[in-house]
Each structure stands twice: as C-alpha cells, then as structure tokens.
C-alpha cells in the first residue's frame, strides 16, 4: 500500500475519507467523545501543511436503527477548533453544491462535506443486499461525481475499513490512493499484537456485542497468539451457560433478547477445543436498588436480578493474571461500567492494565469510552480506533480496505515525492 510519503501533495485535491463516527448527545446531537476526530488530525495537519487541497469524507451514525445519525456539522466545527484553522463545510454529498465547493478549494484549505450515509449506495442495507463489487461501486453515483475532481484518493478510516461500501473501496478503482498515518499507524501496531506478540499474553473479552469475541476468539487460540482468554461480560455468561450453570431467568433474558442463544453452542465447541486456555469467573455481580451484591458461581442462579458485572474473587485472579503478562488485549467492559454498582469489573481490570508494563492494546467504542471514563489512556500502550474492523483484523481476515488499497498501488503508478 502507498502512503503519503508517496506523494506529492502541493495543490493536490485529496478526497479524504476518515471515520469520525462518535457517540451523540441525545438532546444537543453533539459528539460527546472526540476520540476519533483527535486522532484524525496528524493526517489533516500534514495534508493542509503540504498544501493539500482537502475534502473530508465520513460516516456519523448507524443507518439501520438510526443511533447517533446525525449531520457532520458538528464535527467541521471541532476539528476547526482543534487544528486553529477553518474547516469549511457544505450541506451536500456529491451534488452541484458539494462540486462547487471542491473546485473553488484552495492550496491548504479543508472542506467538510455532509454525512456520506445520507447517500443510499453509503448504506448498510446497501452494501449487504447487493454486495457490489468495488468495480461496481465505481460506477455508483458519489465515485462517479467526486473522482474526476480529484487527484488522489486517501483512507485513514481504519475503524470502517470492514466495510465494503463506495467512498470505501470504490474510489481506489479509479484513483491513485494512499493510506493516512492513522490507518498506518493502526496495522503496524496490530500487527505487533498478531504476528508477534511477547509471551505470555493475555486476552481479555467481554462486553455486550459478544458476536466479535466469537470471531476472533477461535483464530486467536487456534493460531497461538493468546495464551490465555480473561471472559467478561456476556461472553462469560455465554459460556458458563455452555457450561450448564444456570444464571438465573433476567440474565438469561436478556440474552434471549439480544439474540445471542446461538452463541452457547460454539462456546461448547470451544470450551472443548480450549478450556485449558479460557478463563471464566468465579463469582458475578448484580445490583439491589443500586446496591452491589456478589455471588459465587456455586450459588447461583438468581431469578430477579441481571448479572452485570464479574466479583471481586474474579477481580483478584484477573489482575494477577495481568500482572504476570506481557502482552495485554482489551476488548468490551468487564460489566455495566455506566452505573457506579457495577463498574468495579471494568475499572479494576483496566486498571491493572495500566500499572502493567506490558504492551497493552484496548479497542471498541465502548472499550474505549470506559478507558476515557476512568482517565487511563495515556497508561495504554495502544488504543485502536477500530471496532468491527479491529476484530476481524486479529482475526485474521483480509479488510475490504486494505484490499482494495493494495489492488490500487499495483494499478496507478505515483509521482513519487
């Protein structure tokens, strides 16, 4: 893959495509946590200090539920805030106002375009009911709009490079691209973790999206990179389930209800592949009228009350555990972090990361927003931007993006800088 030291960018127009996607507060429609805005700016300062002709491109929010779907607005205020320059922006995607706007850009100048998931070729549905090729979604109306304005095509959206969607992959069908210094930063830290992490080391699984635990949980205990699996969450009662110890009826509910019954199945594939290597708590931790109450593994189950947090007898095994690694992977709270009864789990794992002299690595938006809650990231080694992608990536699967970023480097032949 190229990256910018491949280029010459002086009175370049870069289409630039970052993941800026951040939680909203629900009544301003503000971004609340400006993690991935912050570390998108080494790139954008770079580019606009090279005198880059800059259009931003990102994604705020789910399109199938709507969660956090809102205008980037916001987001051209913020980081104009943060780079001490202005960020233009324009209500628009690709049309004449979005065109107009490109070519009146100056050398060092910054334009914000609108949400590109007001575009339906940018949706999920879209991606996943068709399953276009990234030829075709050269064809789709914002390639064919935006491209021939523009004179490079950059990625450094590392936290949606999972997604087979135009602004994606599409646009390295058609223009000489390069990776930004986020997403270069990104695969040369993961892959430290992959391919060569220092033993023993640790991987600590948890919060509620337990599907990207069971993506990579397999691959990492199969190929050797995790010497051992810390199971938090509701992957740990997932697998005590698998286990046949029974939780009580609200946990298992709530399980029900997330769909996630599927998952007890292939716990007990890999708990018999693996038990040697996983983990799983001692006791877990509920709430009473926001009071926090223990029990041991041995008393349950307990009816009225969801588990939401692993105890304090788990707690102790885990941050010995921590302690003695060298390598630490962090991905989904311990427990319910947001309520004060049950984020002893989270704080105290992440905790004992920090103190560690490990390399430790943490990803997730959740992950994230409770490392941030507890004022520890700074004691982390590596805080991923990446979700979805950063699972797949550990779990050995080739990204979409970083596809279609090498098919481009072998396709257009740059201007070497």
């Given at each position: 893959m190229q990256t910018l030291d491949d280029f010459d960018l002086k009175g370049k127009t870069i289409l630039a495509r970052f993941d800026m996607n951040s939680p909203l507060d629900p009544k301003t429609r503000e971004?609340?946590?400006?993690?991935?805005?912050?570390?998108?700016?080494?790139?954008?300062?770079?580019?606009?200090?090279?005198?880059?002709?800059?259009?931003?491109?990102?994604?705020?929010?789910?399109?199938?539920?709507?969660?956090?779907?809102?205008?980037?607005?916001?987001?051209?205020?913020?980081?104009?805030?943060?780079?001490?320059?202005?960020?233009?922006?324009?209500?628009?995607?690709?049309?004449?106002?979005?065109?107009?706007?490109?070519?009146?850009?100056?050398?060092?100048?910054?334009?914000?375009?609108?949400?590109?998931?007001?575009?339906?070729?940018?949706?999920?549905?879209?991606?996943?009911?068709?399953?276009?090729?990234?030829?075709?979604?050269?064809?789709?109306?914002?390639?064919?709009?935006?491209?021939?304005?523009?004179?490079?095509?950059?990625?450094?959206?590392?936290?949606?490079?999972?997604?087979?969607?135009?602004?994606?992959?599409?646009?390295?069908?058609?223009?000489?691209?390069?990776?930004?210094?986020?997403?270069?930063?990104?695969?040369?830290?993961?892959?430290?973790?992959?391919?060569?992490?220092?033993?023993?080391?640790?991987?600590?699984?948890?919060?509620?999206?337990?599907q990207d635990a069971f993506l990579m949980m397999d691959s990492i205990l199969r190929n050797n990179i995790a010497d051992l699996v810390l199971a938090t969450g509701l992957v740990a009662q997932v697998m005590l389930l698998a286990q046949s110890i029974s939780l009580g009826k609200s946990s298992k509910d709530i399980i029900k209800q997330k769909n996630l019954e599927g998952y007890i199945e292939q716990s007990k594939d890999i708990l018999d592949k693996y038990e040697s290597k996983i983990?799983?708590?001692?006791?877990?931790?509920?709430?009473?009228?926001?009071?926090?109450?223990?029990?041991?593994?041995?008393?349950?189950?307990?009816?009225?009350?969801?588990?939401?947090?692993?105890?304090?007898?788990?707690?102790?095994?885990?941050?010995?555990?921590?302690?003695?690694?060298?390598?630490?992977?962090?991905?989904?709270?311990?427990g319910v972090f947001e309520k004060a009864e049950t984020e002893l789990g989270t704080k105290s794992v992440l905790t004992a990361m920090a103190k560690s002299d490990a390399f430790s690595a943490l990803g997730g938006g959740d992950s994230i927003a409770a490392v941030n809650k507890y004022n520890l990231a700074n004691n982390i080694s590596y805080i991923s931007t990446g979700g979805g992608a950063l699972v797949r990536f550990l779990s050995g699967e080739e990204l979409p993006v970083i596809k279609a970023l090498k098919k481009s480097a072998r396709k257009f032949k740059c201007n070497n800088a």
């Amino acid at each position: 893959m190229q990256t910018l030291d491949d280029f010459d960018l002086k009175g370049k127009t870069i289409l630039a495509r970052f993941d800026m996607n951040s939680p909203l507060d629900p009544k301003t429609r503000e971004p609340i946590d400006t993690t991935r805005i912050k570390e998108s700016l080494p790139t954008l300062k770079e580019l606009t200090e090279k005198g880059a002709k800059t259009v931003i491109l990102i994604h705020q929010g789910s399109d199938i539920e709507y969660h956090n779907y809102a205008s980037t607005r916001s987001h051209a205020k913020i980081i104009s805030q943060l780079l001490g320059k202005p960020v233009d922006y324009v209500d628009d995607v690709c049309g004449p106002a979005a065109r107009d706007k490109i070519k009146a850009l100056k050398n060092g100048q910054i334009l914000m375009l609108e949400n590109v998931r007001f575009m339906a070729e940018e949706m999920t549905l879209f991606e996943t009911k068709l399953n276009l090729s990234p030829e075709e979604q050269a064809k789709t109306i914002v390639v064919r709009k935006l491209a021939p304005l523009a004179d490079i095509y950059l990625c450094d959206a590392f936290a949606a490079a999972h997604r087979s969607q135009p602004t994606l992959v599409g646009m390295e069908e058609v223009l000489p691209s390069a990776m930004g210094r986020l997403l270069e930063k990104e695969i040369a830290s993961l892959n430290q973790l992959l391919k060569n992490p220092e033993k023993p080391c640790i991987f600590i699984l948890g919060g509620a999206k337990i599907q990207d635990a069971f993506l990579m949980m397999d691959s990492i205990l199969r190929n050797n990179i995790a010497d051992l699996v810390l199971a938090t969450g509701l992957v740990a009662q997932v697998m005590l389930l698998a286990q046949s110890i029974s939780l009580g009826k609200s946990s298992k509910d709530i399980i029900k209800q997330k769909n996630l019954e599927g998952y007890i199945e292939q716990s007990k594939d890999i708990l018999d592949k693996y038990e040697s290597k996983i983990k799983l708590p001692l006791d877990l931790a509920y709430s009473i009228t926001g009071k926090r109450k223990e029990i041991n593994i041995s008393s349950l189950p307990i009816d009225d009350y969801p588990l939401s947090d692993i105890g304090s007898n788990t707690i102790t095994e885990y941050e010995q555990i921590i302690k003695d690694a060298k390598t630490i992977f962090f991905n989904g709270p311990a427990g319910v972090f947001e309520k004060a009864e049950t984020e002893l789990g989270t704080k105290s794992v992440l905790t004992a990361m920090a103190k560690s002299d490990a390399f430790s690595a943490l990803g997730g938006g959740d992950s994230i927003a409770a490392v941030n809650k507890y004022n520890l990231a700074n004691n982390i080694s590596y805080i991923s931007t990446g979700g979805g992608a950063l699972v797949r990536f550990l779990s050995g699967e080739e990204l979409p993006v970083i596809k279609a970023l090498k098919k481009s480097a072998r396709k257009f032949k740059c201007n070497n800088a």
